[in-house]
């Protein structure tokens, strides 16, 4: 999947993960992506639950080898 800019957030603990991706988030326009990688387990709750809560979309995650894997588009 294509993105527009990505977060390496690996070895993050939370709530950095969200931090990093609020502050990247506000740096895109409306329509383009974010790619998040993470390694933090609470990443895959709390990065859909914050992308609901600000009206972004989750286009898709995965998890590969420990890595979680996100792509956000910016409304």
């Known amino acids: 999947m ?3 800019k990505l977060l390496d957030a ?3 603990a939370c709530p950095m993960p ?3 991706t609020k502050k990247l988030m506000d740096q895109l326009q409306s329509g ?3 790619e ?3 390694t933090d387990k ?3 709750s709390d990065l859909a639950a914050w ?3 600000q009206g ?3 286009l898709n995650h995965t998890a590969e080898d420990g890595v979680f894997k996100f792509w956000i588009k910016k409304a």
Request: aromatic share 0%; hydrophobic share 35%.
């Open 2 to 4: 294509n993105s527009d």
């Open 10 to 12: 690996k070895g993050l």
């Open 18 to 20: 969200i931090v990093k």
């Open 32 to 34: 383009q992506v974010l």
């Open 36 to 38: 998040i990688h993470a």
């Open 42 to 44: 609470g990443s895959q």
């Open 51 to 53: 992308t609901k809560s």
């Open 56 to 58: 972004h979309e989750l």
